[in-house]
């Protein structure tokens, strides 16, 4: 990068999971010209290669990036995407058994942490990658969810947010093919996102979240470079 | 105990620092029939002796008690207690110095994550011990904060909360003495919670836990059991 982002952008910070919509949601601000600080977190999940993804994104952008673990979770937030003897559901991302890839109130608990950085860090907004296509499934991506906590975090923080801080969630009201549109217009490496829920190391092509990906780079027109196990084709009409 | 809790009681998550406040708490909620599960944090605090005391409370009391490791948050979370190099301030404890002892959202990061708990364990509260005597200091310790929390957490588990859960705060409107009151009724052993923020075996005395912890038991009218370093009655009118 040619510019010293340090010394001219205002600072924030970014939820940085290491999938695309957050991926693209840390280009975007760095090309906006803010001086972001990643947090990413361990919290148990099977798909933890988007931790080395995210770690590849802050290296190239030059950002700040800390990786708070908190697998002493995983035993005690109940979800498939942390428990090995649940089941991943396959097929389309908006059908009904996609619920059980809900971690409850994840979204608090990285928020409430990454405004406590953005506190110490004297930052003027924290960045979520929350978009339209996750309302159905996650409540606690829902535009309502984030005003109220908005709310809370601005009393809880009285007399000590220097300057007032904003949870920035451009992405709200727009679809994953938008995101990837976004992602394109600036040269996103999508090679460096992760999306499958399953694990391992190439994406399964049968999950929830590999079909929605492939079926996000199929909408906006562009050019998918993710290899696929399984043919998501095979599994977008399965619910 | 000869109730067996785990039959009878509602389902509870209780925030336990293994402070005087947050023991009594734990104390009140048990002998109110609840089947409780604490949760309690090492964000890297200097007092992290209070864990060790937290954890005998758990024993005596037959609770569940999960510590949640939150040390990663350590050098990105601005604070005195948490932070060697900054000093710990002496003296009353509602005086404005005591403000370099906030930690940036805590009880927003250690309720919502009390919260997921609450919500996997299909719990009807989380109960965490506010109280009047910390909304001088502490914004996330205030009834606005609380409440405004309580509807962010709800919205963002909309369908997944069975039953809803409630923020359980019954000593935000009480002082610490009214704390130790309650907690002597109830023969709580003060000798198992810890206040003092500098760390180290004994109570020092000197800062404004120790000040205030003091304070509270002689309006209270009843025995303190600590030994404290230095002695607080020179330290209380220093502000």
Redesign the interface.
């Known amino acids: 990068m040619e510019v010293d982002y340090t010394t001219t952008g205002s600072k924030a910070v970014v939820v940085l999971s290491g999938g695309l919509d957050s991926t693209v949601l840390a280009y975007f601000m760095r090309n906006a010209g803010m001086y972001t600080h990643a947090?990413s977190f361990d919290y148990g999940q099977r798909h933890v290669k988007e931790l080395t993804l995210a770690a590849v994104t802050c290296k190239k952008l030059g950002m700040k990036h800390?990786?708070?673990?908190?697998t002493?979770?995983k035993?005690?937030?109940?979800s498939a995407l942390t428990d090995p003897r649940m089941n991943i559901p396959e097929g389309h991302y908006a059908a009904d058994n996609m619920?059980a890839t809900?971690?409850?109130?994840?979204?608090?608990?990285m928020?409430?942490?990454a405004?406590?950085?953005a506190?110490?860090?004297h930052a003027v907004m924290v960045g979520t990658a929350v978009h339209a296509g996750d309302h159905f499934i996650y409540?606690?991506c829902?535009p309502?969810?984030i005003n109220?906590?908005q709310?809370?975090?601005a009393?809880?923080?009285?007399?000590?947010q220097e300057p007032a801080l904003e949870l920035y969630t451009p992405f709200i009201g727009l679809s994953k093919a938008d995101i990837v549109r976004i992602g394109a217009a600036a040269n996103v490496p999508f090679a460096d996102t992760w999306s499958c829920y399953v694990g391992g190391s190439i994406h399964c092509g049968a999950c929830g979240t590999c079909c929605e990906r492939y079926e996000a780079f199929a909408l906006a027109g562009v050019s998918d470079p993710t290899y696929y196990r399984a043919d998501p084709r095979e599994y977008l009409t399965k619910v």
């Open positions: 947090v800390t990786i708070v673990n908190l002493d979770l035993p005690v937030l109940e619920k809900v971690v409850p109130n994840r979204n608090a608990i928020l409430a942490i405004y406590g950085v506190v110490s860090d409540p606690d829902r309502g969810f109220a906590l709310v809370a975090f009393l809880g923080n009285e007399g000590f």
